[in-house]
């Protein structure tokens, strides 16, 4: 199923980072949008967009309002995730809960309201130390460490199953280090920035030396939006920028831009964040480019520079 004109789009966890501009996206290109979020990380979705959704307070792990809110719905955007290096690593077992019930409840809805298309949100974490030396394609051997990458990985999975029996297109969308405006502290760049800006020590943790792919939010905006109009079957897409950035590098340049005395401070990382480390990461997005024609291409300088001085 291609979805050109207006459409019924469910989004799971629509209020949250990308879920929100994934909405205030598909509200400005004239979908219909219902979101369901349980608002426990409060509610990034802008008033005039929130006006012209439906909005649905609720858990992906209760079936009944899984089944509720995509009634009707043409496609369903699954985002709805536990977040957060230290929040994952605290709660392994709601973490895996949340991937696996939720992900069941959306395949059930699908199957019941005969939705065509679900979009799923997965994650380069996925690759772990697989391919280090190079930019990761979607057909490297994957290497999950963690409960929210093995979590992910065993949705990836079973959606490619979903779609072989059942005959629903399945996308699952390996997102890579996705930063933008509303992004809160629990993620590199808005918490660099946060401590920049109030003049506090920049807490890099390990050596810095370790890279990250950061790809800009309207970036990955527009290709989940391009992979929700084009793409078919059960795919596995990156949605990366393609460069590496170094951590201590990001720091300075974040010092730099807000004009900052802060120090950059180097600290151990805690023990519960040794499977979440990885040294290099970077993915390639030729399989995204050749099936949609479009890659992300807003670089690290440019996207800082609208969060700290456009923001």
Do not use: W
């Not at 989004?11 to 369901?36: P, Q, W, Y």
């Not at 993620?187 to 506090?200: C, L, S, T, W």
């Amino acid at each position: 199923m291609n979805i050109c004109s207006m459409a019924n789009i469910l989004v799971t966890g629509g209020a949250g980072f990308i879920g929100s501009h994934l909405v205030s996206r598909l509200v400005k290109d004239g979908h219909e949008v219902t979101v369901m979020d349980t608002l426990l990380r409060g509610n990034k979705l802008d008033k005039d967009v929130f006006r012209n959704i439906q909005f649905l307070e609720e858990d992906v792990r209760n079936q009944d309002a899984v089944f509720s809110a995509a009634k009707n719905c043409d496609a369903i955007f699954h985002l709805a995730a536990v977040l957060g290096v230290d929040i994952v690593a605290d709660n392994p077992v709601e973490t895996m809960e949340v991937e696996t019930i939720g992900t069941r409840n959306i395949a059930k809805a699908a199957l019941r309201h005969d939705i065509p298309k679900i979009l799923y949100a997965s994650t380069s974490g996925i690759y772990g130390h697989s391919a280090m030396e190079q930019a990761v394609v979607e057909e490297v051997m994957v290497d999950p460490r963690t409960s929210y990458a093995m979590a992910k990985r065993y949705n990836e999975i079973y959606l490619a199953a979903l779609n072989e029996e059942k005959g629903i297109n399945t996308i699952s969308l390996r997102f890579f280090n996705v930063y933008g405006p509303k992004q809160d502290n629990r993620m590199v760049i808005p918490r660099f920035i946060e401590q920049a800006k109030a003049g506090n020590p920049i807490t890099v943790f390990g050596d810095g030396k370790q890279t990250r792919d950061f790809t800009y939010i309207d970036d990955t905006t527009e290709a989940c939006i391009r992979l929700m109009e084009k793409s078919n079957g059960a795919q596995i897409f990156n949605i990366a920028n393609e460069k590496e950035g170094c951590i201590e590098e990001l720091a300075a340049t974040i010092k730099q831009m807000t004009q900052s005395n802060s120090e950059i401070k180097y600290l151990e990382a805690p023990t519960k964040r040794y499977d979440y480390e990885v040294g290099r990461r970077v993915g390639s997005s030729e399989k995204l480019k050749n099936a949609v024609g479009y890659k992300p291409d807003t670089t690290l300088a440019q996207g800082l520079d609208r969060i700290i001085n456009q923001g």
